[in-house]
């Protein structure tokens, strides 16, 4: 079984993941830890910049649920990781702007050097928008 837990910058996806996968005993995948690691850096500008490692990134997932009865993906901005695991569970966090303004402004994450609007912005151009409303829209 596998549980995608999406979501706008800063609106609580690892949280609600760590948690989700606590009380269910599910492997726990972090997409922008797997990111940091293949790209070695931390710099979210050049993290978002990732579009090219989705099929690393449905191959990586596709290896774990394989592996593991339960597992609990978080992150996903590309629609097109999704939609490669139709039988998944999705869920959207959704969350007001200004209170994800403010968590990233309080949390000082390293490589967080871009003001709120430019990491959002870049979220939005790796594919967040469409993948929100793939979510919603499923059936």
Known sequence: MITFVCGQLCSGKSLYSNTLSDMDKSIYIEVGNLVRRWKN??????????????????????????????????????????????EATVLWIDCPKETRRQRYLARQREGDNQTFEEAEQGDINLGILETKQYILNRQ
């Open 41 to 86: 850096t931390q710099d979210r500008k050049e993290l978002q910049d990732s579009k090219q490692l989705a099929e690393k990134i449905i191959a990586y997932i596709k290896a774990d649920a394989k592996a593991f009865d339960k597992v609990v993906v978080s992150g996903v901005r590309q629609k097109e990781i999704l939609q490669s695991f139709p």
